[in-house]
């Protein structure tokens, strides 16, 4: 199984890429925010309630994003231990965002006898992320990528609360950053890179 956490901040092109990698390793895409706005949009009570702290740029509860990542991995496990399984494995996008979430996915993984290869951070400016995000907002019809103020304050709760997580991976010797400006598809290859480099010394 390969178990991916794509790290960076908001408009590194973590979505981008993991549509790229889930593609070339046939992985299931976990993406917390995306999770989130179907919430938003089917109008449930989670959703509604995590609307109020997205819609301000901050961060929604651990125990809520760990609960949904909790129901999906359960999911998508084979239906019998004995069954082969189709999937090659995760991609987690925009989770963790904290230590805790880190601790907690360990800990989910470790009862279905697998564990995160590694964390690939794609490092880009804050200037930059803030001219993407409001490109971005042009189309992408997501209120918060639409105000520069709001886009900041996710940048700034990225920076103070899910910065710490990459220190969290390093300790596990299992934190690789790469230069997240530049052509797609050579981001692409230096993420395959390290993902090839990352199974291999998992053997
Ligand atoms: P994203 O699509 O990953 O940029 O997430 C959009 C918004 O959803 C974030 O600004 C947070 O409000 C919320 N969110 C997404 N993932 C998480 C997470 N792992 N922990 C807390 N909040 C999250």
């Known amino acids: 199984m390969l178990n991916l956490v794509l790290f960076g901040p908001p408009g590194a092109g973590k979505g981008t890429q993991s549509e790229k990698l889930i ?69 987690f996008d925009g989770f963790p965002r904290t230590v805790p979430q880190a601790e907690a996915l360990d800990h989910l993984l470790a009862q279905y006898d697998t564990k995160i290869t590694t964390m690939v951070a794609l490092v880009v400016d804050d200037e930059e992320l803030i001219r993407r995000l409001l490109k971005r907002g042009e189309t992408s019809g997501r209120p918060d990528d639409q105000n520069e103020e709001l886009i900041r304050r996710r940048v700034m709760e990225y920076n103070n609360k899910t910065k710490p997580v990459a220190d969290y991976y390093g300790q596990q010797d299992k934190y690789v950053a790469i230069d997240g400006i530049g052509d797609i598809d050579t981001i692409f290859e230096a993420i395959c890179s390290e993902i090839k480099r990352a199974d291999v010394g998992a053997e």
Not at 61 to 90: C, H, W
Request: no cysteine; charged share 20%; glycine share 10%.
């Open 23 to 91: 593609k070339e390793y046939n992985l299931i895409h976990l993406s917390t925010g995306d999770l989130l706005r179907s919430q938003i949009a089917a109008g449930t009570e989670l959703g509604l309630r995590a609307k109020q702290l997205m819609d301000q740029g901050l961060l929604v509860p651990d125990e809520v994003v760990i609960g949904m990542i909790d129901y999906k991995l359960r999911e998508n496990q084979p239906a019998a231990a004995s069954e082969t399984p189709t999937v090659g494995g995760f991609i």
